[in-house]
């Protein structure tokens, strides 16, 4: 059974840092199309990074201040978050072959290679 457990988030003041890391069992990373999704009350849920293979984009809003990390050994992914601001306050989720649902995680899935891990909350407070 394929499952992903994301960790890392908390509550910091505009500007701090957090690290995500998006542990896997039953899977291994690195063929798949890999992403950092979020999703705040209210509001669709979002891609903010992805990695496939060696081909990695972000969000324009987060770009270069979030990088996306792969660790083989530990067979874990990474979300580095520099300069946080409060509009990055929402709940993250790591995916594989999480494609652009409305909701994170996507409520039915269907494609037997799609995963996604709990959330972890973020909350960043000006």
């Known amino acids: 059974e394929v499952q992903l457990m994301a960790s890392g988030g908390g509550s910091t003041q505009a500007g701090g840092s957090l690290r995500l890391s998006c542990t896997a069992s039953g899977f291994t990373f690195g063929g798949s199309d890999m992403g950092w999704y979020r999703q705040a009350p209210g509001k669709r849920c979002h891609r903010v990074a992805e990695?496939?293979?060696?081909?990695?984009s972000y969000r324009p809003e987060v770009r270069g201040r979030f990088t996306i990390s792969l660790d083989n050994t530990e067979n874990t992914l990474y979300l580095q978050m520099n300069n946080l601001q409060p509009l990055d306050t929402a709940a993250y989720y790591c995916?594989?072959?999480?494609?652009?649902?409305?909701?994170?995680?996507?409520?039915?899935?269907?494609?037997?290679?799609?995963?996604w891990s709990q959330g972890t909350q973020v909350t960043v407070v000006s």
């Open positions: 990695l496939r293979k060696t081909t990695i």
């Open positions: 995916a594989v072959e999480g494609g652009w649902p409305d909701d994170c995680p996507r409520p039915t899935i269907v494609d037997t290679d799609e995963h």
